[in-house]
């Protein structure tokens, strides 16, 4: 159940004779962050990846940056306490791959899409599933060069300090997505795990050393609401590659590296998050500009990226495609 301070859309929603609420109109508005709270979300987020650059060099910022993404928009898509639990996987599973560095940690990482599945169909949210693109921001500092004494601890603080950003601005306080049921729960759950595996298989065939990024922007799939139909994944990829157009103009003005970059880059991932109850173009257009200047603030760099990103839509709108016919009710029309 959702925790009685955390209202769900339809708390107070009038319902049908059966208890169930009826559809949500076709022009609702999407819910978005309250512009109220971002200005704190955007000095909070500066100051916490500034602190680490100042303490531990640029090196630590993007696994400092992964974990604000999960304190807050784990919070924000699913609950303070789900948020700090994804966190603490994410750290207990980099811990058992550098103890046993024979164990995959792709694999290690499939627990994570079993636990968004069991979030979407028990508790609802995406606080799991945002916690496996914190995985991915973590794994990418790794392969830029920075240690796991370094890539962890900095992971941490940021979660630490996303979760408390998130407790002061009250963001455990919007309206929580309702749980989605086992058949939503069940999809989701093969979404991001046979995705996550295929990108996997993908970025070892393109044998680049930034290939994570396929799976990075992959990830970003699951964070959309309604993200198994196609003309949602469809959009998706029109975002990915509207966002990877912007970062390219930024980087080629000159505007990609600090402390630009870096501002513009939070300026783009607070937008995102708070477009994330909207979905797509909106939101991974946004984080797309987030996720390339701060990880890739060359030209060239944010191409292979953007040249990642669209494979990784592609790939989601092949498994959003499948995985709409297998789970279609029975007797649904072929042009829904």
């Known amino acids: 159940m959702t925790p009685p301070d955390r209202p769900t859309p339809t708390d107070h929603a009038p319902t049908s004779s059966a ?43 993007p696994a400092t940056a992964g974990g604000m993404v999960l304190g807050l928009g784990g919070t924000l898509l699913g609950s303070s306490g789900r948020a700090a639990a994804g966190g603490a996987l994410v750290l207990a599973l980099s811990l058992l791959h550098l103890a046993a560095p024979g164990i995959d940690l792709h694999r290690l990482a499939l627990a994570l899409p079993a636990a968004a599945g069991w979030e979407t169909a028990q508790r609802g949210g995406r606080a799991f599933t945002m916690a496996l693109m914190s995985l991915g921001l973590l794994v990418a500092a790794q392969h830029a060069g920075a240690a796991p004494g370094l890539a962890l601890p ?6 630490l300090a ?25 999809r989701h ?14 970025a070892g065939h393109l044998q680049n050393a930034h290939s994570i990024w396929l799976v990075q922007f992959f990830v970003l799939r699951g964070l959309a609401p309604g993200h198994m139909a196609r003309a949602s994944a469809l959009q998706f990829a029109l975002g990915v590659l509207a966002g990877t157009a912007a970062a390219l103009v ?12 870096i501002l513009l880059a939070l300026a783009a991932l607070v937008a995102g998050l708070r477009s994330l109850p909207a979905g797509p173009p909106l939101t991974p257009a946004l984080m797309t ?7 890739a603030p060359t030209p060239d760099a944010a191409l292979f990226r953007g ?7 592609g790939l989601a709108i092949l498994l959003a495609t499948v995985l709409d016919l297998l789970f279609r009710p029975r007797g649904a029309g072929h042009g829904r």
């Open 19 to 61: 208890g169930a609420p009826p559809p949500a109109p076709s022009r609702a508005k999407a819910p978005r962050l309250p512009w109220r709270v971002v200005p704190g979300i955007a000095a909070g987020a500066l100051l916490a990846c500034l602190a680490a650059w100042a303490a531990a060099g640029p090196l630590a910022v």
């Open 250 to 261: 930024i980087e080629t003005a000159g505007l990609g590296l600090p402390p630009w970059g």
């Open 154 to 159: 900095s992971y941490g603080a940021g979660l």
């Open 289 to 295: 500009v987030a996720l390339l200047l701060l990880t």
């Open 162 to 186: 996303g979760l408390g950003l998130a407790r002061v601005l009250g963001l455990a306080r919007m309206p929580a997505r309702p749980p989605e049921g086992p058949a939503a729960g069940l």
């Open 307 to 313: 040249e990642a990103a669209i494979m990784a839509s």
């Open 189 to 202: 759950t093969l979404f991001l795990g046979l995705g996550l595996a295929l990108a996997v298989a993908l």
